[in-house]
Structures are given as structure tokens and as C-alpha cells.
Nanobody, 116 residues
């Protein structure tokens, strides 16, 4: 089993910044993908950004140039630096880990609210 604990959400004005962090623990395969997804009320959960264990990144078009994902393999942590936040970024943000066997694990979610 893998446990994911997120932190760093909150309320920020449009144009501001937040940094989300996620710490993974448990049985973690060395080859994995960690990432962030978000879900706004009434909408489906969507990908924000992912990063592989060898550092390859993928971003949703809506956040490219504004968000940066990074990870520390030694600490099993993944971070999401969010700059230039917009009201449409308001959502619950979920940390995800997909292991070598394509099993998905999710954190409990952290709320990000961007006021206009």
C-alpha cells in the first residue's frame, strides 16, 4: 500500500502563487509516475501535471508556463509550484502516484481557491 499526504492549499488572489507538496510512503516502486490532478465542483477530475521517476514532465495546456512540477526521489515527494493563478484554477487538487504495475494511489485532496 501507498499513502499520499498533501499540503499547501489555500486561498489566494488572482495572479498570486501557491506551492503544493505531497509526501508518499509505503511500498513505492522505484519506477513510477507522480502527479497532480484537480476537480472543480460539477466537473470531472482532470490532469494538471505529471512527472516520471526519471524526470520527464507533462502539463495540461491550461497550466503550461504557469505551473511547475518537481520531485525528490530520495524523499518520495512531489511539488507543484503554481504561479499566475486564475479563478479558473479553483479546485480540489489531488496528488497521484502510479506505480510500476499501473496501480493508482490518491491523496485526500487539498483545496485551492483563487479569488478574482
Amino acid at each position: 500500500q501507498v499513502q499520499l499526504v498533501e499540503s499547501g492549499g489555500g486561498l489566494v488572489q488572482a495572479g498570486g502563487s501557491l506551492r503544493l507538496s505531497c509526501a508518499a510512503s509505503g511500498s513505492i516502486s522505484s519506477v513510477n509516475v507522480m502527479g497532480w490532478y484537480r476537480q472543480a465542483p460539477g466537473k470531472q477530475r482532470e490532469l494538471v501535471a505529471t512527472i516520471t521517476s526519471d524526470g520527464s514532465t507533462n502539463y495540461a495546456n491550461s497550466v503550461k508556463g504557469r505551473f511547475t512540477i518537481s520531485r525528490d526521489n530520495a524523499k518520495n515527494t512531489v511539488n507543484l509550484q503554481m504561479n499566475g493563478l486564475k479563478p479558473e484554477d479553483t479546485a480540489a487538487y489531488y496528488c497521484n502516484l502510479r506505480n510500476y504495475y499501473y496501480t493508482n494511489y490518491w491523496g485526500q485532496g487539498t483545496q485551492v481557491t483563487v479569488s478574482s
